[in-house]
């Protein structure tokens, strides 16, 4: 079973533009993270933020959490043809396991 | 360093063969962790090693699906009787502490299987 869901399903901007994209939860959390998976490097680790921060910086990349909405935003600022990937959210159930969305998949055109 | 690497990186499998997917984690990780991907969605988790115990198993979808990590080191999933729903990608992560960690698991590039 996947707990999260990731909006939009996908997304295409420009070079340089911002690329914002949501994950919603079901259950109460410990952490929150966030991984990046394309087929050169596939799935790696991004930010992990925790149940008691709002929000998390990492470069160009800054997450939100709300656990009142159960809802995490992440934030790709100054997008670059690399970036081009799918963005999946993960979160910890009681029994340590991660549990995942489908996924936004974030194309940049050049 | 070396990181997680899976082999081989593809298999096809006529449906009824029983295939072998190996996991080298990186070198002293602790966790080792089982996950399959569907085509299009995030991966699902199969099962869990802290060292070579097999601690959860609460992921494998069958009792065809069976994984191993003797030495705590290496860890394979075997596959028996495939069936065209086994096609997916199969990843495995390592992680340097216990699960109950809050270390980030390493991902190895996967095998992704196509049972024909």
């Known amino acids: 079973s996947q707990q999260g869901e990731e909006d939009p399903q996908a997304l295409s901007i420009q070079e340089g533009e911002n690329a914002t994209m949501n994950c919603s939860y079901k259950?109460?959390?410990?952490?929150l993270q966030w991984y990046r998976q394309n087929s050169g490097r596939g799935l790696v680790h991004l930010i992990l933020?925790?149940?008691n921060e709002r929000e998390k910086h990492s470069g160009r990349l800054r997450v939100t959490l709300d656990t009142s909405k159960k809802s995490s935003s992440l934030l790709i600022t100054a997008s670059r043809a690399a970036d081009t990937a799918s963005y999946f959210c993960?979160?910890?159930?009681?029994?340590?396991?991660?549990?995942w969305g489908a996924g936004t998949k974030l194309i940049i055109k050049p | 360093g070396a990181g997680v690497s899976q082999s081989p990186r593809y298999k096809v499998a006529k449906r009824g063969q029983d295939v072998a997917l190996r996991c080298d984690p990186i070198s002293g990780h602790v966790s080792l962790f089982w996950y399959q991907q569907a085509l299009g969605q995030g991966p699902e988790f199969l099962t869990y090693?802290?060292?070579?115990?097999?601690?959860?198993k609460s992921g494998l979808p069958s009792d065809r699906f069976f994984a191993e990590r003797p030495e705590g080191s290496v860890s394979t999933l075997k596959i028996q009787r495939t069936q065209q729903e086994d096609s997916a990608v199969y990843l495995c992560a390592s992680s340097l502490g216990d699960r109950a960690s809050y270390n980030e698991q390493f991902f190895g590039p996967g095998t992704r299987l196509t049972v024909l």
């Open positions: 933020i925790r149940s």
């Open positions: 090693f802290q060292n070579e115990a097999q601690l959860d």
């Open positions: 993960a979160t910890r159930d009681s029994n340590y396991q991660l549990i």
């Open positions: 259950t109460s959390i410990n952490n």
